[in-house]
C-alpha cells in the first residue's frame, strides 16, 4: 500500500528543487493546477540554485478542493510530466501557509500588506481582471467591482485584494512587485491599470497612489506550459512512478517557457537560473504566444467541440481542424506582429505540432474553450483589426468567432454537440439575453458583435461581422468542417 505523500514520506531523490524555508516571500493568487506546475517549480529550482526567502503563501480563489488535499500532503504535491516516451514524477515542497481566498479575503490583503512578502503573483485567469470587454479598463459597473469599491467593505475581486492590500502596505512604504503570470497582452501594464483605476475610484489618499507609482512595480511576463485538468489516472500513475499516495498531482507537458521583464521592485528569486529568461523583448514573445499557441488553441478547441473531439490532441488529429489552424497561423497571424530576435516560425510550429499531438495530455477541449468570453480579445480582435484596416479579411479569426457562438450562444434550432454543454462560460447569461428574439443568424451575430463583448473598434467593422455570420449559417447548416472548408477557399 503506498504511504500519503507528506513531509514524512518524501521518496528519495524526488525533489524538483529546494524546499522553501519557513518564511515566505512571495504571496500568489490562483492555487490551480497552472501555477503548481509552472512558478512555483521555477521557484523550487531558483531556491535550489540561490536560495532565498521564498517561500510561497497560496491562496485559491475560492474552492477548497486543492487547498484541503495539500494541506494533508503538508503542502505537498507532485508535478506529473507526460511526455511521449512516458511519464516521470517529481515532487514540489514551496508552498507554506495555504488558504482560501474568499473565506478570508482580508488575510490575502494582509498577506499583500506584509512587507516579509516582496512579490504578489497571480494566476486568477483572463476573467480574474475584471475588465469591461469593449474598454479594457476595470468594469467599474460590475456589481463585485462596485461592492469592493464601497468604504469599509472587505474586498472579494482579485483587483479589489491586490489594491486594498496594496493601500495598507503604503503604510510602511515596502517596494513589491505584482506579477500577472496570466495569457494577458501587456499582463504587467493591465494589472497595474486596473490596480490604479480601483485606487482612483476608491478615493484613495494621494500618498497611496504615489506609493503605488513609485514603489510598485508590474512587470510584464509571458507563461508557457501545457498543464490540463487532474483526473483520477493521475494519482495511479503517481502512485507507480514514486510509491506515494498524492491527492493532488498536477499534470502537466514537458515543455516550459517563462519570459519576464526584469522589473521587481522587492527583489525576486533566481529564476533566471531556474530556466526562465529575462528579456527587453517582451512584446514579441508575447505576440508569438498569445497568437500562435493561445489564438490557435482556440480555433483547435471550438472546432473540435463541434465535431465532438473531446481532447485537443484528438481535434488536432483531424486533417480540416490542422488545416485551418496551419493557414491561420501563417495568413491571419504571422504577418501581424514582428517576432522576437532570431525567432524560427517553422521551428515553433512544429513543436507545436509536437505539442498539441501529446496523447497523454489529454488536454480537454472544452477547458481550452472556457472563458471564451474573455480569452477571445486577447486573441482576435487586435489581429483581425490589422487586417480589416488594410481591406483584408482574416477568415480564420472570423471563423473561430463563429465556431464560439456557435458553441456558447447558438441561434434557436442549432443544437452543438453535447460537449458545447460543458463548457464553461461566464458570459452564457448575457449572450443569451442579448440573442434573444434574433430572427436571423445575420441578426444575432450582430446583436453579439454589438453587445459589448468585443471591443468597440472591432464591432464597427461591419464586413467581419457579415463573415463571421456567414460563416456560423455554414456551421449551422453543413457543419464545422463545411465551414473550414469554405475559409479554405477563401
Ligand atoms: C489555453 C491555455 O486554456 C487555454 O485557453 O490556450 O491555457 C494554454 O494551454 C496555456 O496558455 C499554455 O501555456
Known amino acids: 500500500m503506498p504511504q500519503p505523500l507528506g513531509r514524512k514520506c518524501v521518496p528519495a531523490g524526488s525533489l524538483l528543487g529546494a524546499s522553501a524555508p519557513d518564511r515566505t516571500g512571495i504571496v500568489h493568487l ?24 521564498w517561500g510561497i503563501r497560496g491562496f485559491a480563489h475560492s474552492s477548497d478542493r486543492v487547498v ?12 506529473l510530466q ?42 486568477v485567469s483572463e476573467a480574474g481582471y475584471t475588465r469591461d470587454p469593449a474598454t479594457g479598463r476595470l468594469a467599474l459597473d460590475a456589481l463585485d467591482v462596485a461592492a469592493d469599491l464601497m468604504a469599509g467593505s472587505t474586498p472579494r475581486t482579485v483587483v479589489g485584494m491586490i489594491a486594498r492590500g496594496l493601500e495598507k502596505r503604503a503604510l510602511s512604504g515596502a517596494p513589491f512587485a505584482v506579477l500577472s503570470c496570466d495569457n494577458l497582452q501587456s499582463s504587467g501594464d493591465v494589472t497595474r491599470a486596473v490596480v490604479e483605476e480601483f485606487l482612483q475610484a476608491a478615493g484613495v489618499r494621494s500618498d497611496v497612489l504615489s506609493f503605488a507609482s513609485s514603489s510598485v512595480s508590474f ?57 526562465a529568461r529575462f528579456s527587453n523583448e517582451l512584446e514579441a514573445y508575447e505576440m508569438v504566444k498569445l497568437r500562435l499557441l493561445n489564438g490557435s488553441h482556440s480555433l483547435i478547441a471550438y472546432l473540435g467541440i463541434l465535431s465532438g473531439a473531446p481532447t485537443i490532441d484528438v481535434a488536432w488529429r483531424q486533417d480540416f481542424v490542422r488545416e485551418a489552424v496551419l493557414n491561420e497561423i501563417s495568413d491571419d497571424y504571422l504577418p501581424t506582429f514582428t517576432p522576437p530576435t532570431g525567432f524560427d516560425a517553422d521551428a515553433y510550429v512544429s513543436e507545436l505540432d509536437a505539442r498539441w499531438r501529446n496523447p497523454l495530455i489529454g488536454h480537454a477541449t472544452t477547458q481550452v474553450g472556457s472563458d471564451g468570453s474573455v480569452k477571445l480579445l486577447q486573441r482576435i480582435p487586435d489581429a483581425a483589426l ?26 434557436a434550432g442549432f443544437t452543438p454537440q453535447p460537449l458545447a454543454e460543458c463548457i464553461v462560460e461566464p458570459a452564457r447569461g448575457r449572450l443569451a439575453a442579448a440573442v434573444d428574439g434574433a430572427v436571423t443568424v445575420p441578426d444575432h451575430v450582430r446583436r453579439i458583435m454589438n453587445g459589448g463583448f468585443f471591443p468597440d473598434a472591432l464591432t464597427e467593422q461591419d464586413a467581419f461581422t457579415t463573415r463571421v455570420a456567414d460563416l456560423l449559417t455554414l456551421i449551422i447548416r453543413d457543419g464545422a468542417r463545411a465551414a473550414a472548408a469554405d475559409v479554405a477557399a477563401s
Open 386 to 411: 490589422f487586417h480589416l484596416r488594410r481591406g483584408d479579411m482574416p477568415h480564420h479569426l472570423a471563423l473561430c468567432t463563429a465556431a464560439w457562438i456557435a458553441c456558447i450562444a447558438p441561434p
Open 219 to 275: 512587470p510584464n511576463a509571458v507563461v508557457d506550459r501545457i498543464v490540463p485538468g487532474t483526473t483520477d489516472e493521475h494519482p495511479r500513475l503517481v502512485a507507480d512512478l514514486l510509491g506515494v499516495t498524492d491527492m493532488c498531482p498536477v499534470p502537466a507537458e514537458h515543455f516550459t517557457m517563462w519570459v519576464l521583464e526584469d522589473d521587481f521592485a522587492g527583489g525576486r528569486p533566481a529564476w533566471d537560473q531556474a530556466g
Open 68 to 79: 484541503a488535499a495539500m494541506r494533508a500532503q503538508d503542502n505537498l504535491y507532485s508535478v
Open 82 to 123: 507526460l511526455t511521449e516516451r512516458g511519464a516521470e514524477a517529481g515532487v514540489i515542497d514551496v508552498h507554506r501557509d495555504i488558504d482560501v481566498a474568499a473565506r478570508d479575503p482580508a488575510a490575502v490583503v494582509d498577506a499583500i500588506a506584509d512587507p516579509a512578502h516582496r512579490i504578489v503573483t497571480l494566476t
Open 30 to 53: 490562483g492555487l490551480g493546477n497552472f501555477h503548481r506546475a509552472h512558478g512555483a517549480v521555477y521557484t523550487a529550482h531558483a531556491m535550489a540554485a540561490a536560495g532565498g526567502n
